[in-house]
């Protein structure tokens, strides 16, 4: 029911800043769903990374980016970004946005539909 696109993934240096964006498809109305960040770097499991409510006004943070990392979302655009600034090469992985009718959670198990996700690579 739900399709999700990221992009704006790609090579960046340590310090570096990237925005990802997840647009919702196929005629979804994004402001009925929490929607989420994870990541997944080569042998690792998916961990979360950051989540926003349907209004926005609510966010939480995986204490490994907090301060770095900003999550947010344009309804009317049915998108939703993750900013990330002072990237470090640990933040090396495939980001993947997902979305749930339910609430903010940090579970992947959680979430009901995912996107294909999108590389980001820090390295000099």
């Known amino acids: 029911q739900v399709q999700l696109v990221e992009s704006g993934g790609g090579l960046v240096q340590p310090g570096g800043s990237l925005t990802l964006s997840c647009a919702a498809s196929?005629?979804?109305?994004?402001?009925?769903?929490?929607v989420g960040w994870f990541r997944q770097a080569p042998g690792k499991g998916r961990e979360f990374v950051a989540v926003?409510?349907?209004?926005?006004?609510?966010?939480i943070y995986a204490a490994s980016v907090k301060g770095r990392v900003t999550i947010s979302r344009d309804n009317t655009r049915n998108t939703v970004y993750l900013q990330m600034n002072s990237l470090k090469s640990e933040d090396t992985a495939v980001y993947y946005c997902?979305?749930?009718?339910?609430?903010?959670?940090?579970?992947?198990?959680?979430?009901?539909?995912w996107g294909q996700g999108t590389q980001v690579t820090v390295s000099s």
């Open positions: 997902a979305a749930n009718s339910r609430t903010v959670a940090t579970l992947a198990r959680s979430y009901d539909y």
């Open positions: 926003m409510n349907m209004n926005g006004a609510t966010t």
């Open positions: 196929g005629g979804t109305s994004l402001s009925s769903y929490a």
